[in-house]
């Protein structure tokens, strides 16, 4: 006999206060589909310039020479309002998860002026080394500004 599966709660959307670290997104004319709102793959991409540049900007992540990156191993997002060119986009980034080699980052997207996410979602980074693409330890440097987001 199977038991009965307990539905998920519906995902809410989130407050601004709920992020702790903030970056404007600009839409493109290409990003719109032809149902006059952003795709959805846009929005993966937008997590992903999100995290991945506040890490640069912090000194905490060299893509070009780095002996560590990070690879995602998990994503995920929800949709709450329509997003579209020509807005530009607020990315909210906080840290759910830090784990040895891994990291648990949560992206809201939020219009501008507005205080609710459009979307919200998820994605997992494992670092591994460049070479032999092998989980390893967060950097200490990384950890360090990591732990400020959580």
Avoid at 36 to 52: I, L, P
Wanted: hydrophobic content about 40%; charged content about 20%.
């Amino acid at each position: 006999m199977t038991s009965p599966v307990t539905p998920s709660p519906k995902p809410q959307a989130d407050a601004r206060s709920a992020y702790k670290a903030f970056r404007p997104i600009s839409t493109r004319w290409m990003d719109n589909d032809v149902y006059g709102h952003v795709n959805n793959v846009v929005y993966y991409s937008w997590f992903d310039t999100a995290v991945n540049s506040t890490l640069i900007e912090q000194g905490v992540l060299d893509i070009h020479a780095g002996t560590t990156i990070g690879l995602v191993v998990e994503t995920q997002c929800f949709y709450f309002a329509p997003l579209a060119f020509p807005q530009t986009i607020d990315a909210g980034i906080r840290v759910a998860k830090l784990g040895t080699s891994s990291v648990r980052y949560e992206v809201g997207l939020f219009a501008q002026g507005v205080d609710l996410t459009a979307a919200r979602g998820h994605f997992v980074h494992v670092y591994v080394d460049r070479e032999t693409r092998r989980p390893v330890a967060l950097p200490a440097d990384l950890k360090a500004y990591l732990e400020t987001l959580t």
